[in-house]
């Protein structure tokens, strides 16, 4: 998936933990997306990052997702006290700086949330 | 807020067979992208649209970016085994670094 890293791949938490999932963007990307998508559904869109600022953050539930992108090491999506409804795939997808012809938005291969 | 509205949810085709879905909106969008996700996999970008009218081929998959901006479709030629799996719509509103909407998916089964 053209180099958007992420992990841990599956993660599994109880009720009332916390979920840290980590994402690298692809070399050059400045652009950090964070989806959502439940089972046999479409991705939701979360939050959009760049470097050190969120950007958009329409789609982030109000109470316990946050997610940062630092000035230095990768974007985090962080749960705290996780719920059985949190239980999903999360992607983390990255983009080049606007303004460059054709540049699109590539995705990692997802984080798999389970709360047990 | 945007919605897009993505046809069929499944289909079930014999190999061989050509495929098409759509997908419609109520917004106008400025790029057009269409993914192919396999299970436990994250969507991988099949073909970009940019421009209304936009006509684009990759291999035996074709796209198009409608007159309105409101509506694209994918046509899949030949279909074979390996294209079995879930294609996903998506739009955007600002061509560049913005948030994607995407349509609930169509999943498509292939008898050999």
């Known amino acids: 998936n053209a180099g958007v890293m992420q992990n841990p791949r599956h993660l599994v938490r109880r009720r009332g933990q916390e979920a840290r999932l980590r994402c690298s963007p692809m070399?050059?990307?400045?652009?950090v997306y964070w989806y959502r998508q439940l089972p046999e559904e479409g991705l939701k869109f979360m939050v959009y990052?760049?470097?050190?600022?969120?950007?958009?953050e329409s789609g982030m539930p109000k109470e316990r997702f946050s997610a940062e992108f630092p000035k230095e090491g990768p974007s985090i999506l962080r749960i705290q006290q996780v719920v059985r409804g949190d239980s999903a795939a999360y992607f983390c997808?990255?983009?080049?700086?606007?303004?460059?012809?054709?540049?699109?938005?590539?995705f990692g291969e997802g984080s798999w949330l389970t709360v047990v | 807020g945007q919605q897009l509205n993505q046809s069929p949810q499944s289909m079930f085709i014999q190999e061989g067979e050509d495929v098409s879905m759509n997908c419609t909106s109520s917004?106008?969008?400025?790029?057009w992208l269409w993914y192919k996700q396999d299970p436990g996999e994250g969507p991988v970008l099949l073909i970009a649209?940019?421009?209304?009218?936009e006509l684009t081929s990759n291999g035996r998959l074709t796209a198009q970016f409608g007159i309105t901006r409101k509506d694209s479709f994918l046509n899949i030629s030949a279909s074979i085994p390996s294209d079995v799996g879930i294609y996903f719509c998506a739009g955007q509103l600002i061509q560049g670094a913005q948030k994607l909407v995407f349509g609930q998916g169509t999943r498509l089964t292939i008898n050999p």
């Open positions: 649209l940019y421009k209304a009218g």
């Open positions: 990052l760049q470097k050190e600022n969120i950007i958009d």
């Open positions: 997808a990255s983009s080049p700086p606007a303004g460059l012809t054709g540049n699109t938005i590539y």
């Open positions: 070399k050059g990307h400045s652009h």
């Open positions: 917004s106008i969008f400025n790029t």
